[in-house]
């Protein structure tokens, strides 16, 4: 049955032909947008609600997020706090905590985490394996995964396990490992950043994953300038998520690159590293994506909003910048830019009411719950 989505007091729908529209309508039949416009010019549909001023936008999607885990880095954080610099090796605490969890753990903790999000508006998620670091609990990760998310990437190249040396983790990574899980996920990802995987190890990774039918992911440039960016550019990945530590060439390279710059601004201010230079990205002509990445050790959120928020206040993109990445950025660095993350006829009807008159809230209210109402699938989860 259609479903007419009138009284939207301002509409953004990522559309360049549309723009953003005040006093807007949309119509949803079954899992699709079928129109959208004017309220006045709004087509009949089999039922009705009206929003009554309330702002819509696409739903959020997160793009970035590490929700296959057990245990806690309460501790980790505190130090961290306290002044202690944050270290890829504490990556190894999870992966003790998530290979002793039971399968029903593990699901009960991603159930709770993707119910959080959605009930924030997020519509679409991807997350990562990467917390079982073998050939066993890398499968059973990304299995478990495939029941909870939308996008499931294969990151075992995360960490190298204890007893492992690098390059012998990275054969096994290249071999038994990617073998058992590629009918299970949609990407590949590699950590090549200090204290995880160099550039040559970070290659061979991902020429592992192209050779096996995967989309390419990088984790690069966080903690220190590397090969990261120019890597994944070099590769055209899909995305080089982080970003935090950019030269000119390496911003330069993601302008004139097919390549998603995705900033994790939670997990800058969690490690309490700079905050990316979002700017440099938007005018040089890179495409920009927010995302949670939430995870039990760097960034433990789910809030896009508040995602958001960071980056308009910190690091001063638009509002409608923020949520454009948010939205269509982390649809277009999971190349489903034309089917989620935007709304025009055609594409999914993932929508996020605001019980706000514009999206200028999401900054001008920061940390207040505004979801007022979510539609996923044109399913109505919230």
Request: net charge negative.
């Amino acid at each position: 049955m259609s479903l007419l989505l009138t009284g939207i007091g301002e509409l953004t729908t990522n559309d360049d032909e549309l723009g953003t529209l005040p006093d807007a309508a949309l119509v949803l039949d079954g899992a699709s947008v079928v129109w959208a416009g004017p309220a006045s010019s709004a087509p009949a549909a089999d039922s009705a609600v009206d929003l009554e001023g309330r702002a819509v936008l696409p739903g959020w999607v997160d793009s970035h997020t590490h929700l296959v885990f057990a245990g806690d880095r309460t501790t980790e954080f505190a130090a961290r706090m306290a002044g202690q610099p944050y270290r890829a090796g504490g990556i190894a605490v999870t992966v003790g905590a998530t290979r002793s969890a039971s399968d029903a753990d593990l699901t009960a903790v991603m159930s709770r985490h993707v119910a959080e999000a959605v009930s924030q508006g997020t519509t679409y998620i991807e997350t990562k394996t990467g917390y079982g670091l073998d050939v066993p609990n890398e499968l059973r990760s990304a299995v478990l995964a495939s029941d909870q998310v939308d996008e499931v990437t294969f990151l075992g190249a995360h960490l190298v396990p204890p007893g492992w040396d690098a390059d012998s983790y990275v054969d096994l990574v290249c071999g038994e490992m990617i073998e058992a899980v590629t009918p299970h996920v949609r990407w590949i990802d590699v950590f090549c950043e200090t204290g995880a995987f160099d550039g040559p190890q970070s290659r061979a990774v991902l020429e592992a994953g192209r050779k096996h039918g995967l989309g390419l992911r990088v984790h690069g440039n966080q903690l220190d300038y590397g090969p990261g960016v120019r890597l994944a550019v070099e590769m055209n990945a899909a995305s080089v998520d982080h970003c935090t530590y950019l030269t000119k060439s390496d911003v330069e390279d993601l302008a004139s690159s097919e390549t998603v710059a995705t900033l994790l601004p939670a997990c800058d201010l969690s490690t309490r590293q700079p905050l990316p230079d979002a700017q440099a990205l938007l005018n040089a002509g890179a495409t920009v994506a927010l995302a949670s990445n939430c995870n039990p050790g760097s960034s433990y959120t789910t809030s896009m909003a508040f995602c958001v928020a960071t980056a308009v206040l910190q690091m001063r993109m638009s509002v409608a910048e923020a949520v454009r990445a948010a939205t269509w950025g982390g649809a277009r660095a999971l190349r489903r830019e034309d089917e989620i993350g935007i709304l025009r006829p055609g594409s999914r009807a993932d929508i996020h009411v605001l019980d706000a008159p514009s999206i200028t809230h999401l900054a001008y209210r920061p940390g207040v719950p505004l979801t007022y109402a979510v539609w996923r699938k044109g399913e109505r989860v919230r």
